[in-house]
Structures are given as structure tokens and as C-alpha cells.
């Protein structure tokens, strides 16, 4: 393991946040969007932040995303200039309701969430299609966060937004999933309690987009010079295009503006985001863009107003529909701040997790030893399900986003199995509806690592062995490469698709590394771009104790 420094260990004996004990902003290998020159390019984040929405506090911008069945859900970005985002934390950081599930829930709990903030509090809502929409809420961006509230209860309820009116009526828009309500392309507007904790009438559809905006979904509503606005996509995710609403009365009828698309930008589906303004008075919105495997990667469009009517990108004809923008000078915030991105890379010298890592379900405190004061993170084996087939079963996934076209991931283990219960699995996986990992296995020949794939493991497929070999140490490096190789364009509407492959190897002394295996094709998860992460699991068996994997550090590189 690595040797700690006296004053490192002072340090990490405060137990202080990860954030805290990082002297500089992390800056990634893999994509940075700010050029250095006062400009940026998009995306502005290039991993799978879907569903975007942002607000401004001060000088300060926050956004949150979709986050699905992955806990910590809804995490959180700080940025000061639109360009430059770092993790701050989580607002459901331990369990989605309900929070007794603990088998991986892929596709489901957290959809299209909004932030907003009111009266010196954060709110967060989202639609959870099998239940209703939910609110949590915060002094402090960074938490404490209140448990989550079911503020209107019902099946097919999603991309919830709430909007506090001048005189303090408080209303929320939102869509209905048409795989659980039976109806989409539509959205609706109800009345909520002065606390935002109770839906107080019922929904009435303000919009109907089935005739020429079908697929219209995820809303956001604001309000300016007198008139009540809900922004949403339609079309369709890979292809379609941001629309706006625009009426004097909250419930209608509203007038509507494509005011943003593709057009002559290689840029597809440009929808679904957060209109932002900077302390000096510009405006910008911020959306994804669906790549297949990489998932929905987030944006940074300019925008103006034009007789009450936003538009957004460029539009070179005076349509008041924009192209998206590839390159473009920085928001003028005011001042200019150091560049950052996400985390990625961890070292694990902390005593708590990096805000970068998420797992398969509800949290289990049982997983896992932070143990940054002796330089390693210790995964405990747990036990798979009894109705065990592939991953896709496995809740101790521990997993971060990809975040750019190319990385490298490498990790250090010591794998420390009980040695007469066979079949402790540990490895580092690139994973979504296909996976394909290097997994090492203590079995009656010893440590045996092998390169495995699985396709259409969320159909409950069995993993395919594509070559192994033994192993005589219990230290060793898992690697993966991610890159691309080529992409497409489907059909004359725009849609987009990125062909992903990975490779892997593996070293026993860390300078050395063997592939092992074949090539295998990424793909997305279920509404998730693809992850890759580690886990430590051992068969359905009653035992009074498992075995466990020591990891040293997990980089992510060009």
C-alpha cells in the first residue's frame, strides 16, 4: 500500500469531507471543456448527467440530474461560470424510497429532477413513475438533506417542477410516463400547499403534444415579465427538440416555439435542460445530448430574449429557432475561475467515499471499510440473491460515469478470500445492459482471473468466459481502455450513435500488462449511459463471514 505522509494522517484523522482535503480542483485527463482561452467546448460535461437542471444562488450555480435506481441519487454539481462543475455531494445520499428495496431497481426510482431555490432553502423534485412526485430540501446544497416527501402520490407522475408565484401560490408542473399512466405527450399543472409538501387540487393537462410535439416530457417552469413559461422537450430523446410554452394565466392556453433543434449542428436531440442567468445579467441554458453508450451528455447553449421569447444557440436566420453551438466564449460571470471537472480518479485516502461513486441500489452499511488513514478502500464479499443470473443482480456495484470519448481505467487490489468457501468473486467491470468485466475468482485452483462478457445481461443472460489464467499473487492490476471507434447517423432525422469498444489487461507488478480476452462493445444501461466500477461478491451461502478485496486506488487516464 502506499506510505502515508505524518501530515496526511493528521489530516484524514479530522475526518474531513474528500472535497475539503483536496488542495486543488481535480482536473481530469480524459475531457475538459474550458480551453484556456476563454472559450469552452461542448459538452461542457461529457458523461451521462441526464436530464439536467440548474439554478443560481449568488454567484454560485448548482445542477442536479437523474440519477435512477444509482445511490447516492441526485447528485449534486457546484459550478461558479457554467463551464467548470465539481461533485459536491448527493441530496438522497444513502436510500431511494422505498428505502426496504435492496435488489438494483434498473431504469426506475429518480426521473427528470428539478432544483430550485425559495426563501433560503434548496428544493429538489422528481417524478418516480411508480409512485408520485417527491421533494426533498436543504439550507445547504452540500447537506443535510430532508427525508424524502410524497407530495403527489401516483403511478406515471414524472419530471416534476415546482414554480412559487408572486403571490405565493406555489404550483408544479409535470409529465406522465406513458408506460405506467397510460398516457404521454401531455403536460399538466396542479396547486401545492404554501410548504410545497402537499398537492392541494388536481392535475389539470395545460398542453397536449400529440399532434406535431409528441414525446413532450420533462417541464420546467418559470415566470418573467408577467408571463408563466414551461420549457420542455419533444420528439424524442436521441432526435427530437426544446420547445417553450408561453402564457399570462398558469393554466392556459399557452402559445408555443420550437426554439431550439439540430439543424446544420452534428449536435442531435439538443433538448431537456435549465435556463440559467449570470450575476451580470446574461442568459444561458444548458441540456443533453443522448450518445448511446456514453449516455446523455450535458451542453452549454447561449441564450437571449426576443420579444418575450427566448432563443437559444445560434440562429444565424432569425428564425427563433437555434443551432446548438460546438465552441463558444466562456459565460461572462464576472471574474475568472480555476478549471475543474468532476472527480474521477480515486486514491482512497479518505474515510468516506468520493462523491464520483454510486451503487446498484439502497445502500448497505455492510459493504464496505473506508480505510484512507491505511491507504486503501476494503470491499467486504456479500452475498449474491438466491435468484442470482448475472451483475445486473449485484446491489455492492460500486460505479462511476464515463466521462469522456477515451479513458483508461486502472485499478490495484489485494484480493483476501476466505480460502474454504469457493467462488469469492472480486473485479472491475464496464457495465450497462451488456457488461464485460476481468473478474478474479478463489476457486479449488487457486486465484483464477478471467476476462468475461455478457450480453443482454438485463434479460438475464449468463456470462461467457473469453480467456483466464491463474494467478500466484493476490496483489494484481485491472485495466480497461475505453475508446471509439466510429460514428453514425441514423436516418435523415438526426439520430445518433457512438459504436464504444473496450479492451482489457491485466499486471502482476504493475509496469507490465497482458491482454486478456477480446473486444468487447459497450452499450448503455437502462436510460444510463454505460459505468464502470468494482465489486466484491460471493455465492447465496450462510456463512458467518466473507472474505474481502483491498483497493489500493482506481485511476481513470487517457
Known amino acids: 500500500m502506499k506510505r502515508k505522509t505524518l501530515l496526511g494522517t493528521l489530516l484524514l484523522a479530522i475526518a474531513l469531507p474528500l472535497a475539503a482535503q483536496q488542495a486543488e480542483p481535480y482536473r481530469s485527463q480524459v475531457w475538459v471543456s474550458d480551453q484556456g482561452n476563454g472559450t469552452y467546448k461542448n459538452p461542457v460535461l461529457y458523461a451521462d448527467y441526464s436530464d439536467p437542471d440548474a439554478c443560481r444562488v449568488g454567484d454560485d450555480f448548482y445542477m442536479t440530474s437523474s440519477s435512477f435506481n444509482c445511490v447516492p441519487g441526485l447528485q449534486i454539481l457546484h459550478s461558479k461560470d457554467l463551464v467548470n462543475w465539481t461533485i459536491i455531494g448527493a441530496a438522497v445520499p444513502y436510500a431511494v424510497p422505498p428505502v426496504t428495496d435492496t435488489k438494483p431497481e434498473h431504469g426506475n426510482r429518480i426521473w427528470a429532477p428539478c432544483i430550485r431555490h425559495h426563501d433560503g432553502e434548496f428544493y429538489i423534485f422528481w417524478g418516480d413513475p411508480d409512485q408520485g412526485a417527491f421533494m426533498v430540501k436543504a439550507k445547504d446544497p452540500r447537506g443535510p438533506w430532508s427525508e424524502p416527501v410524497l407530495v403527489k402520490p401516483g403511478i406515471g407522475i414524472i419530471d416534476t417542477t415546482p414554480l412559487w408565484d408572486d403571490d405565493g401560490r406555489v404550483y408544479m408542473a409535470h409529465a406522465y410516463a406513458g408506460s405506467r399512466a397510460q398516457l404521454k405527450s401531455v403536460i399538466a399543472v396542479c396547486e401545492l400547499n404554501a410548504d410545497a409538501t402537499k398537492a392541494i387540487t388536481p392535475s389539470r393537462i395545460v398542453f397536449d403534444g400529440h399532434e406535431g410535439q409528441g414525446t413532450c416530457e420533462g417541464p420546467k417552469f418559470y415566470k418573467r415579465n408577467g408571463y408563466y413559461y414551461i420549457f420542455h422537450p419533444a420528439g424524442g430523446v436521441p432526435t427530437g427538440f426544446q420547445t417553450v410554452?408561453?402564457?399570462?394565466?398558469?393554466?392556459?392556453?399557452?402559445?408555443?416555439?420550437?426554439?431550439?433543434?439540430?439543424?446544420?449542428?452534428?449536435?442531435?436531440?439538443?433538448?431537456?435542460?435549465?435556463?440559467?442567468?449570470?450575476?451580470?445579467?446574461?442568459?444561458?441554458?444548458?441540456?443533453?445530448?443522448?450518445?448511446?453508450?456514453?449516455?446523455?451528455?450535458?451542453?452549454?447553449?447561449?441564450?437571449?430574449?426576443?420579444?418575450?421569447?427566448?432563443?437559444?444557440?445560434?440562429?444565424?436566420?432569425?428564425?427563433?429557432?437555434?443551432?446548438?453551438?460546438?465552441?463558444?466564449?466562456?459565460?461572462?460571470?464576472?471574474?475568472?475561475?480555476?478549471?475543474?471537472?468532476?472527480?474521477?480518479?480515486?486514491?482512497?485516502?479518505?474515510?468516506?467515499?468520493?462523491?464520483?461513486?454510486?451503487?446498484?441500489?439502497?445502500?448497505?452499511?455492510?459493504?464496505?471499510?473506508?480505510?484512507?488513514?491505511?491507504?486503501?478502500?476494503?470491499?467486504?464479499?456479500?452475498?449474491?440473491?438466491?435468484?442470482?443470473?448475472?451483475?445486473?443482480?449485484?446491489?455492492?456495484?460500486?460505479?462511476?460515469?464515463?466521462?469522456?470519448?477515451?479513458?483508461?481505467?486502472?485499478t490495484k487490489m489485494t484480493f483476501k478470500p476466505i480460502e474454504k468457501y469457493k467462488g469469492e468473486r472480486?473485479?472491475?467491470?464496464?457495465?450497462?445492459?451488456?457488461y464485460a468485466a476481468l473478474i478474479v475468482e478463489n476457486t479449488d485452483n487457486g486465484l483464477v482471473l478471467s476476462q468475461v462478457e455478457c450480453m443482454k445481461a438485463d434479460k438475464g443472460s449468463a456470462e461467457k468466459v473469453n480467456g483466464k489464467v491463474t494467478l500466484k499473487e493476490n496483489t494484481f492490476y485491472l485495466r480497461a481502455r475505453i475508446y471509439d471507434t466510429e460514428k453514425k447517423i441514423k436516418g435523415s432525422e438526426g439520430g445518433h450513435d457512438q459504436v464504444v469498444?473496450?479492451?482489457?489487461?491485466?499486471?502482476?507488478?504493475?509496469?507490465?500488462?497482458?491482454?486478456?480476452?477480446?473486444?468487447?462493445?459497450?452499450?448503455?444501461?437502462?436510460?444510463?449511459?454505460?459505468?464502470?466500477?468494482?465489486?466484491?461478491?460471493?455465492?447465496?451461502?450462510?456463512?458467518?463471514?466473507?472474505?474481502?478485496?483491498?483497493?489500493?486506488?482506481?485511476?481513470?487516464?487517457?
Not at 426 to 434: H, I, K, S
Open 245 to 410: 410554452q408561453r402564457s399570462k394565466n398558469v393554466y392556459g392556453p399557452y402559445e408555443n416555439r420550437i426554439v431550439l433543434a439540430q439543424g446544420k449542428s452534428p449536435v442531435n436531440g439538443p433538448h431537456q435542460g435549465a435556463w440559467v442567468d449570470t450575476p451580470t445579467g446574461e442568459d444561458w441554458f444548458l441540456h443533453f445530448q443522448d450518445v448511446g453508450a456514453y449516455g446523455r451528455l450535458v451542453h452549454l447553449q447561449p441564450m437571449k430574449w426576443v420579444n418575450d421569447w427566448p432563443v437559444i444557440g445560434n440562429d444565424e436566420d432569425g428564425d427563433g429557432c437555434g443551432d446548438p453551438v460546438l465552441t463558444y466564449r466562456k459565460p461572462n460571470v464576472g471574474q475568472t475561475y480555476p478549471i475543474c471537472t468532476p472527480q474521477e480518479s480515486d486514491e482512497f485516502d479518505g474515510l468516506v467515499l468520493g462523491p464520483q461513486w454510486q451503487w446498484q441500489a439502497n445502500f448497505n452499511e455492510k459493504w464496505l471499510y473506508c480505510a484512507g488513514d491505511k491507504g486503501y478502500l476494503r470491499l467486504y464479499s456479500y452475498p449474491v440473491g438466491e435468484d442470482y443470473k448475472n451483475l445486473c443482480d449485484v446491489s455492492n456495484m460500486l460505479m462511476q460515469k464515463t466521462t469522456g470519448p477515451s479513458q483508461t481505467v486502472t
Open 501 to 558: 469498444m473496450c479492451e482489457f489487461s491485466y499486471s502482476t507488478n504493475g509496469k507490465k500488462y497482458h491482454s486478456l480476452g477480446k473486444p468487447f462493445q459497450v452499450r448503455e444501461g437502462q436510460w444510463i449511459g454505460a459505468k464502470h466500477g468494482i465489486f466484491c461478491a460471493r455465492p447465496h451461502i450462510v456463512t458467518n463471514d466473507g472474505g474481502w478485496v483491498d483497493v489500493d486506488w482506481y485511476r481513470v487516464t487517457k
Open 426 to 434: 472480486v473485479g472491475l467491470t464496464v457495465f450497462g445492459r451488456d
